[in-house]
């Protein structure tokens, strides 16, 4: 399977008639503050650099006007870029010509919006080919994959449904499902779930999690909340004012976070969720002891598993099921209220 990365690369959006003559200004340290005071324009990006894997689901975050929305615009170029790179399998899509980009947006790029982005006038099925028919493709072979989907999603016995019969979950389904028809290598989700009630929110990241375990797509996902980037991303990129202030995995950014400003983020997270026995684990003395975990277990599924089995040790196995350390219940617990020292960051 192809890898289908994604890289950023130098990236500046400034907004305004004559954003390339002020680029050399932000680049000296020109801030946004001034460059609006001083010259009219609005610094969306600046210098942003993010290595997007394929097959893995890289989470954007930050708060409103950071520049997340802006940036995955720029990844199928709804946005023209002031300068920089944005390159899909080591091709630069902000240099693609009119019939490529169009191809690019076609078949390689599925978008899911905050707000649904459904068409009232058409049913569940009718939304969901709708990729395939701008694509052309024979309206047999559309419904046959779009039936395929809706079912996937949760929404079999619903496809001659209009959108102002389902819930706000049931048409982010539909949204779903529309993207997934089309079979595109990169999965856009623009705030896709911030319009949902936190148990249907919660309900749709697993969705999206179980079918990413099968589908592997890369997905590049919009959010403001934490608990959401940490549950969903294999790495994370946080904005603050269109600059990257960290990036990397969920545990790297709550254990070593780079400035106040992202400690300030992390301060309420459940660190349970987040950090890996293998972070806490001490090495073997002797023959392991107690239960085998899988290496990536996060500390509060340890616990919920070794209370489970009433035990008190564990060993850490790797994927080849090697025993590669130790654990017991007293560490996990002091880890999930204490803060644990960790030594890779990747601050931008």
Request: charged share 25%; glycine share 10%; proline share 3%.
């Amino acid at each position: 399977m192809a890898s289908h990365a994604i890289e950023v690369k130098n990236l500046y959006k400034i907004f305004g008639p004559r954003g390339e003559d002020y680029v050399k200004l932000v680049e000296t340290g020109m801030g946004k503050a001034e460059l609006n005071e001083k010259h009219g324009h609005v610094l969306g990006l600046q210098d942003i650099n993010i290595s997007m894997p394929g097959g893995c689901i890289t989470v954007v975050m930050g708060l409103s006007g950071s520049g997340k929305s802006t940036l995955i615009r720029h990844i199928n170029r709804l946005i023209d870029p002031t300068s920089g790179e944005v390159l899909y399998d080591g091709v630069d899509v902000c240099k693609m010509n009119e019939n490529d980009l169009r191809a690019f947006r076609r078949h390689k790029t599925a978008m899911v919006f905050q707000k649904f982005a459904l068409l009232p006038h058409r049913t569940v099925l009718e939304n969901t080919i709708y990729g395939l028919e701008i694509q052309g493709v024979d309206r047999r072979e559309s419904e046959k994959r779009a039936l395929g989907w809706i079912e996937r999603v949760g929404l079999q016995g619903f496809e001659k449904h209009y959108p102002n019969q389902l819930s706000g979950g049931m048409q982010q389904r539909v949204g779903l499902a529309r993207a997934l028809t089309n079979d595109a290598d990169i999965l856009l989700m623009d705030e896709a779930y911030s319009a949902l009630d936190p148990l249907i929110r919660v309900d749709m990241q697993s969705v999206l999690l179980e079918l990413q375990k099968e589908l592997k797509k890369t997905v590049v996902f919009i959010t403001h909340d934490l608990d959401e980037a940490l549950r969903l991303g294999d790495k994370i990129a946080i904005l603050r004012d269109g600059r990257v202030v960290q990036q990397g995995t969920g545990q790297e950014i709550v254990l070593s976070p780079a400035d106040d400003y992202i400690t300030a983020f992390v301060k309420e997270v459940n660190r349970g969720r987040v950090v890996n026995v293998e972070t806490i684990m001490r090495p073997l003395s002797g023959n392991p002891e107690g239960l085998p975990l899988a290496a990536g277990t996060v500390l509060e599924a340890a616990a919920r598993t070794m209370t489970g089995a009433q035990i008190s040790n564990a060993h850490i196995v790797d994927a080849n099921g090697r025993p590669i350390g130790a654990i017991d219940l007293q560490m996990i617990i002091s880890a999930m209220v204490t803060p644990v020292q960790h030594t890779d960051r990747q601050a931008a």
